[in-house]
């Protein structure tokens, strides 16, 4: 179909009489009542701050018309629609001209033919422009970081997430850590047996190599090579190195092919096949080193990483490597980043290889990072319940979470149902989380909540601090963390495709382990860890720059900031920036949590009835917990609210849970380094840097609301959704994004996509849209001195939704 049959096909109508009355009205406030493009004009509307808004609002209601879904683009894309999704944050460009737009308006004002009103808008998508970027600094009381937990299911491509997670760990990178070697294989209860190893293996060196490892370290050959020395020298360990570089590990979304991996040797009896729940160790093997690859292939040992905690998401920290020819790198990553160790040369130091790859098989689940803080007995996974006056006693956990983060870098949340052991139901959630150390504990609050007769928010049962960030890195010393310069996502695939990488492996594509023979010795668990005192500074040589001792301590500014954006238009490549900072990192506590009741989320509703009365109680708990307890929620998000059975009349049916960024009012900045939130759920304001009030939290419950609507019974989004851009691109560009989105006429493409089951809820959308976002010269964003003023409406129009289903 011709553009011209496109247009006639599916005219305008009366889709831009609201914008034109408004674009009237605007025009006579700032005194501009000749022709727009007059030089008298001109002048008045560059001096006006509305028109910059008025602009952005225009393209949202554009991309709404149905002509923008079938006109093709211009620029490569589907549609003309996702053209002008991009456009309306390029409008923000402090580079764009505001003047370029006046052709498309007079054509609008003169109600000119649809064709000519399109041809300018064509005309303006298609223009150079300079993608906008984050400002330097956000005036936040708790600045953001972006994490890759909204990616999910087939939302996990390696397109979206490389550059989510590039954004996830920025400024959260240490290189050449010293003592990390001395921490982690030298003085352990297995060091003794790794030396006879290294002797009996007796490594001979020959001008400058060592003659066992392959000349040519394709991977194919290192491959074949390290399972003839495993099934020599590594059995009757705890794990056995397995490989998988041409099948995708099960349990997970996104299809990622670890090259090399340790598992418990014990699985290899039950199946050939493994999961990302299994792996304990992860290797990268590359042939050789490439010069400018490095943060590529971080990037892809970094997505790894990711898949390891999101399938055992209580895990405390995971061990790594990358050999890339003969060069060898360890790494560590906790839930404040990854850091590394200073290469070494095998060829030069065989001996240390040997007692790495030993180690590895020998380590403890204590030392590799599982959560030791969960016992197992013949009924199951437990803790130990510590409640106030009473005796200690078990609390067996549910197989598989309720709730959990997909990141690395973040608080690490994992919810599980429990019960004790002669209960015939679920009674308690037992909560797992790292916070920041600058971050007051949520028991407190949660304690605090229930001394002020706060309803609808869970019942404090018992909390206990287990250990710190800076614990697990007692005696190693950071370099000054790296900084990523991101060119943007089409970079990312180009340099990709570029990428050397080494030889395929051998034939077939079942998943096997290295060594044919295994030990049948169990997995012995490390008992508790007593919580080690603050690190002291390392007297180490020049080369450490900054120990553990000053982390706590270091003054933290928000260095950790990232942003989609591209920072250097003129990059071809994602490049690794030099640290600004000294050697602090993020601290964070890792805690146990047990509440009560334990409820479903919202997600999991039965039926629209009980959807909706959760909901509703949502926002009543909500007004409780600001107005009786004086505290302000901070980070609401589909795994925040429950749906509790309730026992008794005027039980909540709808609860709200996780108070880990929740902040008194009347309280000072947390001083944390940064927030880690869930993009898609939070409000215009906050992602522009504004204070957070009860308004945003409100609003991200109405986004939250859309969202599980949208994803329907599936719990995925299409696509086609328009839902995904809430949380691709920077914070500015997600903030226009949702404006555009609110705006009352482009809110109809998102009840477009409400499914025949919730056809009915479209009208309860619209009035929770209005009281959030009514018009006043313009789309309102603000905050009303008057609570009430949201609260109520809302409550009512939930109300009102009940008494008609």
Request: proline share 4%; glycine share 8%; net charge neutral.
């Amino acid at each position: 179909m011709s553009e011209a049959d496109v247009v006639h096909g599916h005219p305008i109508g009366e889709g831009l009489d609201e914008f034109r009355h408004a674009l009237k009205s605007t025009f006579e406030r700032i005194g501009i009542h000749a022709s727009p493009s007059s030089q008298g004009s001109i002048a008045l509307f560059e001096a006006s701050s509305d028109v910059r808004n008025l602009w952005i609002r225009l393209f949202f209601i554009l991309q709404a018309l149905p002509a923008a879904e079938h006109l093709r683009s211009k620029t490569g894309r589907e549609s003309l629609r996702s053209d002008l999704l991009g456009f309306a944050s390029t409008v923000l460009s402090s580079d764009f001209d505001l003047k370029s737009v006046l052709p498309l308006a007079q054509h609008i004002l003169d109600q000119a033919p649809d064709q000519n009103i399109w041809d300018a808008v064509i005309a303006l998508v298609t223009l150079k422009t300079t993608p906008p970027s984050l400002p330097s600094a956000l005036s936040l009381d708790t600045p953001l970081k972006s994490t890759s937990s909204s990616q999910r299911a087939n939302e996990q491509t390696h397109d979206d997430m490389d550059e989510r997670i590039l954004q996830e760990i920025n400024g959260c990178v240490y290189k050449d850590t010293g003592g990390f070697y001395e921490k982690y294989f030298e003085g352990k209860e297995w060091s003794t047996e790794a030396e006879r190893i290294t002797e009996r293996v007796d490594p001979q060196v020959r001008n400058g190599r060592w003659t066992e490892y392959p000349a040519l370290p394709s991977q194919t050959a290192f491959l074949n090579w390290l399972q003839g020395f495993q099934a020599d020298f590594l059995g009757g360990g705890h794990g056995m190195f397995c490989d998988s570089p041409n099948l995708p590990l099960a349990g997970s979304g996104c299809k990622r092919k670890p090259d090399l991996f340790l598992a418990p040797s014990s699985a290899s009896k039950h199946t050939d096949k493994y999961d990302w729940a299994d792996i304990r160790v992860i290797g990268e093997l590359k042939q050789s080193e490439v010069r400018g690859k490095y943060t590529e292939e971080l990037l892809n040992f970094s997505g790894h990483a990711r898949e390891v905690f999101a399938a055992q998401p209580t895990r405390r920290f995971l061990h790594g490597f990358i050999i890339r020819g003969s060069s060898m790198e360890l790494w560590v990553f906790d839930r404040s980043g990854p850091y590394g160790s200073e290469k070494f040369d095998i060829h030069e130091d065989p001996r240390r290889f040997i007692k790495i790859m030993f180690g590895y098989t020998r380590m403890g689940d204590g030392e590799l990072g599982v959560n030791t803080y969960i016992k197992e007995d013949e009924d199951g996974n437990y803790i130990v319940l510590e409640e106030e006056g009473k005796e200690k006693e078990r609390l067996y956990l549910e197989d598989k979470p309720i709730a959990f983060q997909r990141a690395i870098v973040c608080r690490g949340t994992a919810c599980y149902r429990a019960k004790k052991r002669e209960s015939e139901r679920w009674e308690y959630v037992v909560k797992f989380a790292w916070r920041s150390d600058k971050r007051r504990a949520e028991g407190e609050l949660l304690k605090l909540a229930k001394e002020r007769n706060v309803w609808g928010v869970a019942k404090l049962i018992s909390h206990q601090d287990l250990e710190t960030i800076a614990d697990m890195r007692r005696g190693l010393d950071f370099r000054k963390p790296q900084r990523f310069r991101s060119a943007g996502r089409d970079s990312i695939n180009q340099s990709r495709s570029r990428q050397s990488s080494m030889l395929a492996a051998g034939p077939g594509i079942s998943l096997t382990p290295l060594s044919t023979s295994s030990s049948g010795q169990k997995r012995k668990r490390a008992e508790d860890r007593v919580m080690a005192p603050p690190p002291k500074r390392s007297k180490s040589g020049s080369r450490r720059r900054s120990s553990a001792a000053g982390l706590a301590t270091a003054q933290l500014d928000g260095a950790g900031l990232s942003t989609g954006a591209n920072e250097n238009p003129n990059a071809n490549s994602i490049t690794a920036l030099e640290g600004r900072d000294n050697g602090s990192f993020e601290n964070r506590i890792f805690s146990c949590l047990v509440i009560s009741p334990p409820g479903r989320l919202l997600r999991e509703f039965t039926s629209v009835q009980e959807l909706l009365e959760a909901c509703r109680d949502f926002v009543r708990a909500h007004r409780s917990l600001y107005e009786d307890g004086k505290i302000l929620h901070r980070d609401i998000s589909e795994n925040n609210i429950i749906i509790t059975d309730a026992q008794q009349e005027g039980d909540p049916k709808g609860m709200l849970i996780d108070l880990d960024l929740g902040k008194e009012l009347d309280g000072g900045p947390t001083g944390a380094r940064h927030r880690t939130g869930t993009m898609e759920f939070m409000a215009i304001e906050v992602l522009e840097g504004k204070p957070h009030t009860y308004r945003h939290d409100l609003e991200s419950f109405f986004y939250v609301f859309l969202w599980v609507i949208v994803q329907g019974r599936d719990r995925t989004l299409l696509k086609t959704s328009q839902l995904r851009d809430w949380y691709r691109g920077g914070y500015t560009q997600i903030a226009n994004m949702k404006r555009g989105h609110m705006d009352k006429k482009a809110f109809r493409g998102i009840l477009m996509e409400f499914s025949l089951e919730f056809i009915s809820l479209k009208g309860l959308a619209e009035e929770l849209r209005d009281v959030l976002f009514p018009y006043r010269e313009g789309l309102f964003t603000g905050t009303y001195s008057d609570a009430d003023r949201l609260y109520q409406p809302m409550i009512e129009a939930f109300e009102r939704a009940i008494t008609r289903h």
